[in-house]
């Protein structure tokens, strides 16, 4: 193969391409492990059953920043200490 100016382009292109589904596959990898670290994780029916509201209402939680959560492959999960402690700051303010 004769490499040429087209040719260096469509490897770099191609190699550039391969860098940024490589840094995809790593980014969802280390959102997995800082999602786990060692804690049980619920998903968003477990947390419908749990605190009694609408998936409307839990997305609402989410976007306000109320409740944290990660995402894994295009589904929410939470960590059970950080849903304890936002049942536990919810108490707290209607006191």
């Known amino acids: 193969m004769e490499i040429n ?3 260096l382009e469509s490897i770099i292109d191609r ?12 980014d969802r990898l280390l959102n997995h492990d800082a999602c786990l670290r ?3 994780l619920l998903d968003n029916q477990d947390l ?6 609408s998936h409307r209402t839990l997305q609402r939680y989410r976007t306000n920043g109320k409740l944290p959560y ?5 589904k929410s999960f939470y960590r ?16």
């Open 48 to 53: 419908i059953g749990m605190l009694k509201v």
């Open 5 to 7: 100016k087209e040719n």
């Open 38 to 40: 060692g804690d049980e």
């Open 80 to 95: 059970l200490t950080d849903v304890t402690k936002f049942i536990d700051d919810q108490f707290m303010g209607i006191k």
């Open 15 to 26: 190699l550039f391409e391969k860098l940024e589904e490589t840094d995809k596959k790593m």
């Open 70 to 74: 990660c995402n894994m492959n295009g």
